[in-house]
């Protein structure tokens, strides 16, 4: 079972244009002169290593579903925001977060489905192992996997991730 799926674009121009964006639009804390943000102390605010933005702003590369949680968190937009997928700013947080296992297992049970019936689906390029191995490891799937099973429930994908309550964006 791969962690991220082979086929995916791990690298993203529009990806890394809105992380730019984003951290140029930082300031630094009580400074006068309006000084802007370097990529260190931005990854020290959103709670990642400062190669995870060293490699954003300069290849583009998509780092890991919790540190694209972490940046949108920090930055209170939506994954689709951060990753250059819409244009839309807003973003309503959830007053009660949950986790993407406890949201899986709820849309699992919502449409009366089996796991295999997940896997099944030709959209779907991940082994029902997968999910198996994501639910009991409490660990979170590429974030193409994410945008798979949110296309799946018709979700947005922070739904799935449980950072919001509205199931779309």
């Given at each position: 079972?791969?962690?991220?799926?082979?086929?995916?674009?791990?690298?993203?121009?529009?990806?890394?244009r809105r992380i730019i964006e984003i951290i140029a639009d930082e300031e630094i804390d009580g400074s006068d002169e309006g000084?802007?943000?370097?990529n260190a102390e931005f990854a020290a605010r959103v709670g990642v290593s400062k190669t995870v933005i060293s490699n954003i702003a300069t290849?583009?590369?998509l780092p890991s579903t919790a540190s694209l949680v972490k940046i949108a968190d920090y930055t209170n937009k939506s994954l689709?925001?951060?990753?250059?997928?819409t244009?839309?700013?807003?973003?309503?947080k959830s007053a009660h977060p949950t986790t993407f296992h406890v949201?899986?297992?709820?849309?699992?049970?919502?449409?009366?489905?089996?796991?295999a019936d997940i896997t099944n689906n030709p959209n779907i390029t991940f082994s029902r192992n997968s999910i198996h191995v994501w639910l009991?490891?409490?660990?979170?799937?590429?974030?193409e996997y994410v945008f798979q099973?949110?296309?799946?429930?018709?979700?947005s994908p922070d739904y799935l991730l449980g950072r919001t309550d509205y199931r779309h964006n």
């Open positions: 079972m791969s962690k991220a799926p082979e086929d995916s674009v791990k690298v993203s121009a529009e990806f890394q000084k802007k943000c370097s290849y583009g590369i689709e925001f951060i990753l250059a997928k244009e839309d700013k807003d973003f309503e949201r899986l297992l709820e849309l699992i049970r919502e449409k009366g489905i089996r796991i009991k490891r409490k660990n979170l799937p590429a974030i099973l949110a296309r799946y429930f018709n979700v």
